[in-house]
């Protein structure tokens, strides 16, 4: 086995090697899915064919037999070649990643500090990584011939099925593939086999994906063209775009005519979105205007699907591949640009086991290939705008509406001054009746769903606890369930009070189910569809209440940040937002920018057509300045607030950061390993000039110490420059791998975290 930093180079005299066989011995090194920062040498039998780097094989692991990428090769050995183990089976004929990518993904493996192998095969879809062939089903395209023409002419007689094949055809602009026909009967398949061996069909190569088939109805604003001209004018190497653009402003329209340029010069585009929520709006928009390939790939496929659209655009058959974060690892044929929409999202930012974050993963993969890369928002993120601050970033700008209604105008209420009717005021209430009496929509939000997030007992007080967690149960009401939304625990509604034996419990607080009930009883006459994550389990769901709402079927919108971004509803002028307060006070230091963020994203759903919109923001804290700085659309001023907040408390992006974090079962052994692990750190720290720029906060219990059964806590590492930190972060990484200790709770090393709970 190997365990070399940063030497994943491949010979050049077996990088491109076949199945030649030089007359020495041949060492593979191969990344495995185990959690162990090493690749493992084996020997390829003189009988089998060589694997090239980014192929899989079969090989031995301790008792198992694993699947593994070789990501170099080589003619010796660390270790006695006598000891090492042979390759079981090579399992593919020709790479599935070449030799660029597999440096991409070690560049990704030794900048968060995790093990290569699990890095490689994070960029694998599952089918794969159980060494399942990389193959697609056989769709072939097929054209009629001139034969076939004239023999179309002389009618269906009784080949009727083979007849209506052969009009489609004809009546297509383009060749059909097979899965076309399905269509047509259920017995294609016989009727397609009979013509074809008349010669009245011929089988040809898929046609090259074609061009925007219509441009917008829209011409490009001046705004707009500016920008577009920016980003295709670098088409031909690598820069990093930062598009602020409010929202309304029409980045994917920016997006769209980007990737145009891009297809015309025969190379694909990696859309990134933050979830899955956000992928059909977007999809019908790109294929209404490309007649092109376009895959999809995010959680919410099968593994069959997932393996054909990651296969398809390894192949270079897709031209567009639209996809949640895991996406940035999709190898492309023909790499072309890349676009991250809503960069701020947290979301991006993978939050157990391999913790990337997929929008500083694109940069680097751009910056690799030769590529721009496009990050759009109306909020970015902190990081980002004090990167194109700095020049690092070049900043794009879509400062007004591509429609005529502009900008809505928020409105702070105060809710201390005025009567709540389950969680609505009465201005808000009002509005809804009258965009109901205009034939508008409307969109309650709170980002809480179920009934109710407290069950209180009115003789003591006390809350229903989850007994996993330190957190409250959620009524819901609908399953007649509490629910724990941090582990999943589920119990029934409580007879008496665990703490003083009281029979009186009553539900605290307003969620999603609870403002659809209440506004359904303020307007009854009313079409109400609520969007959150209880309503969109089922397969179809999402996009069935998506649709209602886009076609204006639904006169009221009720949901969580589900709804808060991305999605245009060209008919909704009123949002109301009933409570914002909870982040205004939150110990996280990122809080104020996701509050900005959350409530400048769901205000921006109204007004988006040539209505000026409305937003009713309930409060407690009306003065708040953060609050006043979202009401005027000000994010030069919050951004400049914020960032001299974090400056002043040594936050990023002023300082770089990470988080070694800790689990056990009982409730001071994740302290105490921490505790072992900040006493080595500061030796290490110690014993080197080049690592004194480090700083150790002592070890803390988690905001939630306890959470599906086990007490966490967390040890936080800073510094100002990223050089001497990840230095630190790879010895002590090691440092905590060798210790006994570290076998006996979960940790993990947390590179750039988003959040510090």
């Not at 301790?62 to 660390?78: D, K, Q």
């Not at 009717?421 to 009746?433: H, Q, W």
């Not at 939000?445 to 009934?451: D, H, L, P």
């Amino acid at each position: 086995m190997s365990n070399k930093k940063n030497t994943h180079t491949i010979p050049d005299n077996l990088s491109e090697t076949s199945g030649e066989r030089p007359e020495q011995v041949v060492i593979v090194r191969v990344a495995l899915s185990v959690p162990l920062r090493k690749i493992f040498d084996y020997t390829v039998p003189t009988t089998m064919g060589l694997p090239r780097p980014g192929c899989r094989v079969r090989v031995g692991f301790g008792s198992r037999t694993l699947t593994g990428l070789v990501v170099e090769a080589s003619n010796s050995s660390l270790l006695d070649i006598k000891k090492l183990k042979a390759v079981k089976e090579v399992l593919d004929n020709e790479p599935l990643l070449d030799s660029k990518f597999i440096q991409f993904l070690c560049w990704v493996a030794d900048y968060y500090i995790h093990p290569l192998g699990e890095v490689v095969f994070a960029a694998l879809p599952k089918l794969l990584r159980e060494g399942k062939p990389a193959k697609l089903p056989d769709n072939p395209y097929w054209a009629i011939t001139a034969l076939g023409e004239q023999s179309l002419k002389q009618g269906p007689g009784r080949a009727v099925v083979q007849y209506r094949l052969l009009k489609m055809l004809s009546e297509a602009e383009k060749p059909l593939a097979s899965g076309q026909f399905k269509t047509v009967s259920n017995s294609w398949k016989k009727a397609l086999e009979a013509i074809a061996g008349k010669g009245l069909v011929e089988r040809i190569e898929p046609p090259a994906a074609e061009q925007a088939s219509s441009q917008s109805a829209l011409s490009a604003t001046p705004d707009q063209q500016l920008v577009i001209n920016s980003i295709t004018d670098s088409l031909d190497g690598f820069k990093c775009f930062l598009l602020h653009g409010i929202t309304g402003s029409g980045k994917t329209e920016v997006y769209l005519r980007c990737i145009a340029d891009v297809l015309m010069n025969n190379q694909q585009a990696l859309v990134l979105v933050p979830e899955i929520s956000l992928t059909p709006q977007l999809v019908n928009r790109f294929r209404q205007r490309f007649d092109a390939v376009i895959d999809v790939l995010h959680s919410g496929m099968n593994d069959t699907q997932r393996m054909q659209a990651w296969e398809r655009a390894r192949r270079g058959d897709s031209a567009i591949l639209i996809g949640t974060r895991s996406a940035v690892f999709v190898p492309l044929a023909r790499p072309g640009i890349i676009i991250l929409d809503e960069e701020h999202d947290s979301s991006f930012k993978q939050q157990d086991g391999f913790r990337y974050h997929a929008r500083d993963v694109a940069i680097k993969r751009a910056s690799m290939q030769g590529i721009p890369v496009v990050m759009g928002s109306a909020t970015p993120s902190l990081e980002s705008w004090h990167n194109a601050k700095q020049g690092r970033f070049e900043l794009l700008t879509l400062e007004q509406r591509a429609t005529a209604g502009g900008l809505p105008d928020i409105h702070l209420l105060d809710v201390e001054k005025q009567p709540l009717e389950g969680g609505i005021s009465i201005p808000l209430r009002e509005g809804v009746r009258q965009c109901l009496k205009q034939g508008e929509q409307s969109l309650l939000f709170i980002n809480r769903r179920g009934f109710a997030p407290a069950v209180c007992c009115t003789s003591c007080n006390a809350l229903a606890q989850c007994t996993r967690c330190d957190a409250r149960m959620t009524w819901h009401r609908k399953e007649g369930r509490l629910l724990c939304h941090h582990c999943g625990k589920s119990s029934r509604w409580p007879e008496h009070c665990p703490d003083c034996g009281g029979s009186e419990m009553v539900t605290l607080g307003q969620g999603t189910e609870n403002i659809h009930q209440t506004i359904q009883k303020m307007v009854p006459e009313a079409s109400i569809e609520r969007i959150d994550r209880d309503t969109t389990r089922r397969k179809g769901e999402l996009e069935q209440r998506l649709q209602r709402a886009h076609s204006g079927e639904a006169d009221v919108l009720v949901g969580t940040q589900m709804l808060s971004k991305g999605h245009d509803f060209p008919n909704l002028s009123l949002v109301g937002i009933l409570d914002s307060d909870q982040l205004l006070f939150s110990s996280d230091f990122r809080a104020s920018e996701r509050l900005f963020q959350l409530i400048t994203q769901v205000a921006g759903r109204a007004g988006r057509a040539d209505k000026r919109g409305m937003v009713l923001l309930q409060t407690r804290f009306p003065d708040s300045p953060w609050l006043q700085t979202i009401a005027q659309h000000d994010y030069k001023a919050f951004a400049e607030m914020a960032l001299a907040e974090r400056k002043s408390a040594d936050y990023p992006p002023y300082t770089h950061i990470a988080l070694l974090r800790a689990e056990a079962i009982e409730q001071q052994q994740a302290l105490k390993f921490l505790a072992g692990m900040h006493r080595k750190a500061k030796s290490l720290i110690a014993s080197s000039t080049a690592m004194q720029s480090v700083n150790l906060s002592e070890p803390v219990p988690s905001v939630m110490e306890k959470r599906a059964g086990r007490y966490r806590a967390q040890l936080l590492v800073q510094a100002v420059n990223r050089k001497p930190l990840h230095e630190f972060l790879y010895q002590w990484r090691g440092v905590i791998e060798s210790d006994r200790s570290a076998r006996r709770v979960r940790w993990s090393l947390d590179v750039d975290p988003v959040d510090l709970y």
